[in-house]
């Protein structure tokens, strides 16, 4: 079974930093995009960052632009979410998001919607709080 393991939430305060790992489990991350969505109760799944299967490409919902930065290493067959200058609104479980690339169903319009992924993980919560 194809899935993803996210890691590295907690509690942290305000103004501080975290870096969450997505690991997937059964495949390589070779030509998939991956997404980080985050979800508090009681509201949709969020979008919140993007990374191209090259890299080359990423995005960001603009409430996180500056201080959040995704990255992959291929050879560790890791994505990181480096989390800095964290917020009490930030406060959510992350979870991270696949989709092969070949398919051609990410796009400019679509990338922070939940449905065109088809791997998740399990998430991790992230709490913001002093």
């Known amino acids: 079974q194809l899935q993803l393991v996210e890691s590295g939430g907690g509690l942290v305060q305000p103004g501080g930093s975290l870096r969450l790992s997505c690991v997937p489990s059964g495949f390589t991350l070779d030509y998939y995009i991956i997404a980080w969505f985050r979800q508090v109760p009681g509201k949709e799944r969020e979008g919140v960052s993007y990374?191209?299967?090259?890299?080359?490409?990423?995005k960001y919902v603009d409430s996180v632009k500056d201080r959040f930065t995704i990255s992959r290493d291929d050879a560790k067959n890791t994505v990181y979410l480096q989390m800095n200058s964290l917020k009490p609104e930030d406060t959510a479980v992350y979870y991270c998001?696949?989709?092969?690339?070949?398919?051609?169903?990410?796009?400019?319009?679509?990338?922070?919607?939940?449905?065109?992924?088809?791997?998740w993980g399990q998430g991790t919560q992230v709490t913001v709080s002093s």
């Open positions: 990374i191209s299967a090259s890299g080359g490409t990423v």
């Open positions: 998001a696949a989709e092969f690339s070949g398919w051609g169903s990410i796009t400019e319009q679509n990338w922070a919607k939940p449905d065109p992924y088809d791997y």
